[in-house]
């Protein structure tokens, strides 16, 4: 059972280049994140969706945007990288806890280490 | 808007000692919370907490919840080098539809021998 994949696991990036995360779990979860984690410091919530063709702005979605066109996938997008966006980035995704009334256990991908040079 | 507060930020113990982590937080319409263990790669998952005054325990490790005072402690008996890691408390609310959590800072706990 692959649960979250990620991938990159690593990448570094020169100023102003483009790029994808890419994200997909197998677990048929309804609610998928990104989160961004700086060192020392806890997880920022970029973008969620709760659903395919759903997508909501998190704590810090600036210079970011996501597409949910399967229920499968939930890929970031940088779209003119900068330093401050170097950073460890986190999908994860949940069951619809939504009937239930509340927040269920995130599952994670491993992450993905992004550096902008 | 939302927020976590986790303390000690950082704690250094020997092994066989006894840690409390506490975590407060200000949300609107509090659903849970939930606390991770993050050890170099990805959080994962200890407990989630929605009721006050009912602990969970796994093991060395429990954790309670106090929905009046809006914190939460995480308790770790007979610490082993295996523990160190940071210990990330997040909590929902209905706020966030039930579809989102905040995340507090962490505590980094070393454990050496």
């Known amino acids: 059972n692959a649960g979250v994949t990620q991938t990159p696991k690593f990448r570094i990036l020169k100023i102003g280049q483009s790029m994808t995360l890419q994200c997909t779990q197998d677990m048929n979860h309804n609610y998928m994140y990104w989160y961004r984690q700086d060192p020392g410091m806890g997880l920022k919530l970029i973008y969620y969706?709760?659903?395919?063709?759903?997508?909501d702005k998190g704590e810090v979605p600036n210079g970011y945007n996501v597409s949910r066109s399967t229920t499968e996938d939930f890929p970031l997008r940088l779209e003119l990288a900068a330093p401050s966006q170097t950073s460890v980035y986190f999908c994860a995704s949940s069951y619809p806890s939504r009937l239930a009334g509340l927040t269920g256990e995130l599952f994670f991908g491993e992450g993905s280490r992004l550096t902008v040079l | 808007e939302d927020k976590v507060v986790q303390s000690p930020l950082s704690l250094v113990v020997h092994e066989g000692d006894t840690v409390t982590l506490n975590c407060s937080y200000e949300?609107?319409?509090?659903?849970?919370l939930l606390w991770y263990k993050q050890e170099k790669k990805a959080p994962t998952f200890l407990f989630m907490l929605t009721s006050s005054g009912i602990e969970k325990k796994s093991g060395r490790l429990s954790s309670i919840l106090d929905k009046k005072e809006l914190f939460s402690i995480l308790n770790i008996t007979a610490t082993q080098t295996g523990d160190s890691a940071v210990y990330l408390c997040a909590v929902g609310g209905e706020e966030t539809s039930g579809s989102r959590l905040t995340f507090g800072e962490g505590t980094q706990l070393t454990v050496n021998p």
């Open positions: 949300v609107t319409n509090f659903r849970s």
């Open positions: 969706s709760v659903g395919a063709g759903i997508t």
